[in-house]
């Protein structure tokens, strides 16, 4: 529940506020894994990282609409996120 909504939420938010606001990528969908694993715990936090990483990987990330990287800078950031959304 929690994790889905709010990882969704916070993929939606990094989408509409991208023109503006690119750097905010990664920092949003942190945000949702926090909630997610505070109301949750471990298991929600999971669920959450696994559905920002995925949100953000098909919304944001070259090629959009598929979860794939491109540029090795990208997946570096796609680790570094996960990394820290499991810490």
Same mark, same amino acid.
């Given at each position: *529940?929690? $994790?889905?909504?709010?990882? +969704?939420? =916070? /993929?939606?938010?990094?989408?509409? &506020?991208?023109?503006?606001? @690119?750097?905010?990528?990664?920092?949003?969908?942190?945000?949702?894994?926090?909630?997610?694993?505070?109301?949750? *715990?471990? $298991?929600?936090?999971?669920? +959450?990282? =696994? /559905?920002?990483?995925?949100?953000? &990987?098909?919304?944001?990330? @070259?090629?959009?609409?598929?979860?794939?990287?491109?540029?090795?800078?990208?997946?570096?950031?796609?680790?570094?996120?996960?990394?820290?959304?499991?810490?």
């Amino acid at each position: *529940g929690v $994790a889905v909504v709010a990882a +969704a939420a =916070a /993929v939606a938010l990094t989408a509409a &506020l991208h023109p503006v606001v @690119p750097q905010l990528t990664w920092l949003l969908v942190l945000g949702a894994v926090s909630v997610a694993a505070w109301f949750g *715990g471990l $298991a929600s936090g999971l669920v +959450a990282t =696994a /559905v920002g990483a995925a949100g953000v &990987l098909w919304f944001r990330i @070259p090629p959009e609409g598929a979860l794939a990287v491109e540029r090795p800078a990208d997946l570096l950031w796609l680790a570094s996120f996960v990394l820290v959304a499991t810490l």
